[in-house]
């Protein structure tokens, strides 16, 4: 069994894996991927086929519980969960639909990427991690507008092909993954890259790792436990700007409690 497949067996909890996925919405929240309520993450249940859980309309990424997902069926049927359902879904089950090895979508509007996504440029790589996309990366411009059809879904699903993210024409990305932690890694590391890019061509005109040293590099920095240990990193810096909101609720509860007295 290839250590891919030991990571997804782990997850086949439904709850678990809820719990990974709000987790990854509040670190993505965090990390420059909040826009108001916009932006969504999903994950493929792993339980049972055809279905997928998703975040909940309503609440910006930085909020999101495993209590505020909703489970969606690949027939775009909502099947549990008490919120409403985002209105791009078809992002999210068109790409479940196409690509097998996928199994959790990221999308979102962070603010350098999408500006990024308005040039239709090359994005090039200047800092380290950016060599994940070294290979250009796909556009989708059919419409600048939301994917909330399924031709639509099939056409960026379409375009996105055999990638890990594609930026979507004055709009924002999505970035898919074979777990959740790879998805919301790389989604981290693509803001990042535009991030980075945009610093250095305020300084000037940025040199670039050339093609074949970047799939070099990128090789040696995406290992499986690099991938997790950049996951656990992400956790651990979570769960230090959370620690205020988790002494405020402690705070809460106790003050609650003594009025009960
Ligand atoms: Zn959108």
Redesign the pocket.
Known sequence: MSSTNKLHEEKTDPQQLKETLALACRILGTEGHDDLN??HLSARAKDQAGLMYMKGRGLCLSEVRAKDLVTIDFDYKKVAGQRDAHG?LPIHIEIYRKRTDVNCVV?T?PLYATAFSATGQRLRPVNNESVLFAKPLPYFDRVTD??VTRALGGALAAELGEEKAIF?KN??IVVVGETIEQATVRAFLLEKAVKTLFVAKVFGEPGWTDDEEADRKAQRIFTEPKTKAMWAALVRQLEYKEAPLRILTLLEEQMAKSQLR
């Open positions: 916009l932006g791009e999308h509007h939301l994917v979507m709009h924002g």
